[in-house]
């Protein structure tokens, strides 16, 4: 088992662009690694919802680890999702991100089945067992079965389990794991709330909006953490602005839209995800007006 990795900051839940015949475009993924990178963010989160994993095989998750591994080249850090209802398609992954030189892996609860609690953490628990790499849970009550507080701790007590994607809006929540647990690594999920959540004490943020707005959230973070609050609300408060016409037409459907708008090739998301309209798509376009103004008062 690998040592606790340092994690931290604004970390990329890294979208999968797709060809027109819905198959993954390895080119087109490699240089949104690299505009990641050029934003600065702190590391890279792959292979989860916003990656549309859920929707892909095991083997093309697996080839989507691979390309953004050697994309990236070391230049961030990696956290490979790798949660599927199946403890085995998980434990598959797992070892698949360990050979491509992840830094840590992260995984959903099993969903669709009633499982237990007890289930629930036997799972988690063979997986940072049987994982050469650091366990990230991935705790998102909107999309599977919530973890309760109690749960939470019960599993960060587990070895090899390090940390918590707190993507949820009950922040009293994520702090009282984070007083219980105070070495757990534990990243806000909801990009609406970033702020919120960095001001409850989180290590960072993972999100999928930072796909074209990285930078904005990385000097969000630093204004955070130097206590500049007033300053970081108005960031907050802009990168919401453009949230709620993403929630509008649809989250991952409209953030490729808008990095297809930046030159950024994505394609369309994969069925059953709709193409938008060309009218969407301007609205949208519109939107990122404040954030490409901020960029170039920025630089």
Not at 187 to 212: K, R, V
């Amino acid at each position: 088992m690998s040592d606790k990795p340092v994690f931290g900051g604004i970390v990329t839940a890294l979208l999968t662009p797709f060809d027109n015949d819905e198959k993954i475009d390895a080119h087109a993924l490699a240089a949104l690694v690299d505009f990641q990178v050029f934003q600065g963010v702190h590391g890279l989160y792959v292979g989860g919802s916003t990656g549309e994993a859920l929707a892909q095989s095991v083997p093309e998750r697996d080839r989507c680890l691979e390309i953004v591994a050697d994309a990236n080249a070391g230049r961030l850090p990696l956290i490979a999702h790798v949660g599927a209802i199946s403890t085995a398609d998980a434990l598959h992954l797992s070892e698949r991100a360990a050979v491509h030189g992840y830094a840590a892996i992260s995984a959903i609860p099993p969903f669709y089945y009633p499982f237990s609690s007890s289930e629930i953490i036997a799972h988690y628990e063979a997986i940072a067992r049987d994982s050469a790499l650091p366990l990230i849970v991935y705790n998102f009550p909107a999309r599977t079965r919530g973890l309760s507080t109690e749960e939470l701790v019960e599993l960060l007590s587990k070895p090899g389990i390090v940390g918590v994607k707190h993507t949820s809006p009950d922040l009293f929540a994520m702090e009282r794991v984070m007083r219980l647990k105070p070495d757990a690594i534990v990243f806000n999920g909801y990009d609406e709330m970033c702020l919120g959540g960095l001001a409850m004490g989180a290590s960072g943020a993972i999100g999928t909006t930072y796909n074209f707005m990285g930078d904005l959230f990385v000097e969000l973070f630093t204004l955070a953490n130097a206590g500049k609050l007033e300053e970081a609300r108005i960031l907050q408060r802009l990168a919401n602005d453009i949230i709620d016409q993403i929630i509008r037409f649809g989250v991952i459907p409209s953030a490729k839209a808008i990095l297809e708008s930046l030159g950024v090739r994505m394609g369309a998301a994969r069925r059953p995800f709709r193409v938008l309209s060309g009218d969407e798509k301007e609205i949208l376009s519109k939107a990122v007006d404040a954030l490409l103004n901020w960029r170039d008062r920025s630089r």
